[in-house]
């Protein structure tokens, strides 16, 4: 593996739920602009998975069969709680379809092939991944007839991309750490915000690497009966992701001289988020964690 996971201390209300950490699931989509796209398998189980028999299919505008969406069969090994990358492999191109960014695929595990192979995806393609003849994790909604028109799932409802903001188009998109599993059966509805993050277009800061519920290593602290983790810790990557046991209705990060350096807004809902550290000097800052039942958790982190 070119990357090793940053893995996390699962909180007591995760664990209780995440006793389906048995097969590999989609753990990050990258749809960019041009051909930088890729995908991240995550392996949420205490051993190795030989990838013999793992494929990867396209149904391109959310069609119900993936005959011209593409099929890769997958390769190699991931180690336990550790991710494999797949990237678009096409290495020379045209203005219409460019080559995929040599920086993308130096972070691949595997290239993918030619053109229709899955990670040509652009917004309304449905991504499935298969173990032998049975499905493991479908990203999006396959046979949605929306997606004839829409460019892509949208994050209010009904979801067909007719309101809201478009999240599976010209966005990076990665799994809560809450997601123990991937999903099984077509849905009725695909809501991308139920089990998604959101980053914006070209970011591929966290490929390589997944924070998730199943795994048992990391860093907490306690305030009286919420928990909240943050991690790596030490971080290095330019972002740290919290998980917490409330919802975040806001994060301030301080400086040792008590200067305010971040301040993100949570939406009371989610109890998970990424902050972004890239602009910040190395050092040590204070990282306090506003949530919707008014508790108040303060964490020290290390910025390498």
Known sequence: MKKLLLSVLALASYLTSSAQCTELFISEYVEGTGNDKALEIYNPTNAAINLSGYRIERFSNGSSSSSAGGVLNLSGTIAAHDVFVIANGQTTGSTSSPACSPALQAMADQLDGVYPAPTYMNGNDAIVLYH?????????????????????????????????????????????????????????????????????????????????????????????????????????????????????????????????????????????????????????????????????????????
Not at 136 to 150: E, L, Q, V, W, Y
Not at 153 to 168: E, L
Not at 243 to 255: D, P
């Open 132 to 304: 032998n003849t049975t499905i493991i994790d479908i990203f999006g909604k396959t046979g949605d007839a929306a997606m004839t028109t829409s460019s892509g799932w949208s994050d209010m409802f009904p979801y067909d991309g007719s309101a809201g903001t478009i999240w599976t188009e010209n966005h990076t998109l990665y799994r809560k750490p809450s997601v123990t599993q991937g999903v099984t059966t077509n849905p009725g509805t695909f809501i991308v915000t139920t089990q998604w993050d959101s980053l914006p277009v070209n970011t591929w800061t966290g490929l390589g690497t997944h924070a998730c519920a199943c795994s048992s290593v990391g860093i907490a602290e306690k305030d009286n009966s919420v928990s909240v983790v943050v991690y790596p810790n030490p971080s290095s990557n330019g972002f740290f992701n919290i998980l917490t046991g409330a919802a975040i209705n806001s994060i301030q990060v301080y400086n040792v001289v008590g200067q305010q350096v971040i301040a993100q807004k949570g939406n009371n809902a989610d109890k998970s988020a990424m902050v972004e550290t890239a602009g910040l000097p190395k050092g040590i800052y204070f990282v306090k964690v506003m949530m919707a039942n008014d508790k108040t958790v303060t964490v020290k982190i290390t910025i390498q």
